[in-house]
């Protein structure tokens, strides 16, 4: 069973900028589809960015400009860059594989926590 392990949130302050990893026990991402999502307290999970074996990225409109999803074969890390953050973008990020279809593979990991501050 892969495990996929979210790292790299915190706290910041609105405009700041993180950086996301998610980690790969082995390599998995240059045959999968991976996703970031993002579950707000009190709302439903939302997917962010995903990036597919062939590199091709695609976000949601809210991070459009702002997030850059990539992926390093190498290292079997795929992260997910933020910048320009603001209030609406606190959630706990989570990273996942998904098929050519957009289903799950395997299940959610604990995420990590970006919490932006106005």
């Known amino acids: 069973q892969v495990q996929l392990v979210e790292s790299g949130g915190g706290l910041v302050q609105a405009g700041g900028s993180l950086r996301l990893s998610c980690a790969a026990s082995r390599n998995i991402f240059s045959s999968n589809v991976v996703a970031w999502y993002r579950q707000a307290p009190g709302k439903q999970r939302e997917r962010v960015a995903t990036?597919?074996?062939?590199?091709?990225?695609n976000y949601r409109d809210a991070v459009k400009g702002r997030f850059t999803i990539s992926r390093d074969n190498a290292e079997n890390t795929v992260y997910l860059q933020m910048n320009g953050l603001k209030p609406e973008d606190t959630a706990i990020y989570y990273c996942?594989?998904?098929?050519?279809?957009?289903?799950?593979?395997?299940?959610w990991g604990q995420g990590t926590q970006v919490t932006v501050s106005s």
């Open positions: 996942v594989r998904l098929t050519a279809y957009g289903a799950l593979i395997g299940s």
């Open positions: 990036i597919t074996s062939h590199g091709d990225t």
